[in-house]
């Protein structure tokens, strides 16, 4: 089994569903093969965390990123 350094959780519940979480899911992936972070990221679709009126919700690096775009989510690779 490959080895990870860091996790990049997406919830995929019914409210992130209802705001966007599959294309979000789908751009982190074309952004982690695009930009070499495969190998160092492992993404981790999830059930609700709880955060639904705020979706979709992206974990990453002990933060929560409320309303999740791929920008944010750049920001939070950097
Ligand atoms: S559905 Fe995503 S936090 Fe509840």
Do not use: Q, W
């Amino acid at each position: 089994m490959a080895e990870y350094r860091k996790f990049i959780f997406v919830c995929t519940g019914s409210d992130c569903k209802d705001n966007g979480c599959k294309g979000l899911v789908s751009d982190i992936k074309n952004l982690m093969r695009e930009n070499g972070y495969k190998g160092h990221y492992r993404l981790v679709k999830t059930k609700c965390m709880d955060f639904c009126k705020t979706g979709p919700i992206v974990v990453m690096k002990d933060d929560v990123i409320k309303k999740a775009t791929l920008e944010k989510v750049k920001d939070g690779l950097k």
